[in-house]
């Protein structure tokens, strides 16, 4: 219930992205008329000059197809950035998750606070029934709940929509609250 939560909350986040993007391309095209075309040249004496559209003739003008494609780049590049956050995001929470599983709390003592009152990921028993020793719950219990959380990690992730594909309906906008203290709707 959580991680779909998180995925709907991220999913509204990188849609907010995406509009404002596009607004953005719109107020350049909007005023990509009213503004002057420039041209920085730098000449070998490292000396900068700049030209504006009263310098040039109108066969010098930014062509409307370039001014298209610099948008489709500019689409693409926070499009981009928004898919490495969450790949980014992805990756550290996988990481934690491998830190907690392989790291021993009873051993390690340390100065740090955090990682001294950090809890075990999975509490174990060994019960001596002879003439075996049973380990409750049994590894293939613990990896099997390993494999589920790593897949609500990543399922997480994949209920973030692709940029330009048609999302699910609305949610009620939902602010977190870091650390499971609570949902706050707004």
Same mark, same amino acid.
């Given at each position: 219930e959580y991680c779909k939560e998180s995925s709907d909350y991220l999913d509204l986040l990188s849609s907010r992205v995406?509009?404002?993007?596009?607004?953005?391309?719109?107020? /350049?095209?909007? #005023?990509?008329?009213?503004?002057?075309?420039?041209?920085?040249n730098t000449t070998d004496s490292g000396t900068i000059t700049s030209t504006t559209t009263d310098d040039?003739?109108? &066969?010098?003008?930014?062509?409307a197809d370039? /001014?298209?494609?610099?948008?489709?780049?500019?689409? &693409? #590049? /926070?499009? #981009?950035?928004?898919?490495?956050?969450?790949?980014?995001?992805?990756?550290?929470s996988l990481d934690l998750i491998k830190k907690r599983v392989f &790291?021993?709390?009873?051993? *390690?003592?340390?100065?740090?606070? *955090?990682?001294?009152?950090?809890?075990a990921f999975f509490m174990a028993r060994i019960e001596l029934?002879?003439?075996?020793?049973?380990?409750?719950? &049994?590894?293939?219990d613990m990896q099997e709940s390993l494999k589920e959380v790593t897949q609500l990690v990543l399922e997480v992730s994949r209920g973030v929509a692709q940029w330009g594909q048609?999302? *699910?309906q609305e949610m009620p906008r939902v602010? @977190?609250?870091? @650390?499971? *203290?609570?949902n706050k709707k707004v």
């Open positions: 995406e509009d404002a993007v596009n607004d953005l391309c719109e107020v /350049f095209r909007a #005023h990509a008329e009213l503004l002057p075309v420039s041209e920085i040039l003739s109108e &066969s010098d003008e930014l062509p370039v /001014f298209e494609e610099e948008i489709e780049e500019l689409v &693409s #590049h /926070f499009n #981009h950035r928004n898919l490495e956050a969450l790949l980014r995001a992805t990756r550290l &790291s021993n709390p009873v051993r *390690k003592k340390s100065k740090n606070k *955090k990682t001294a009152d950090r809890k029934a002879i003439p075996n020793v049973v380990m409750l719950p &049994s590894l293939d048609t999302r *699910k602010m @977190h609250v870091a @650390h499971g *203290k609570g």
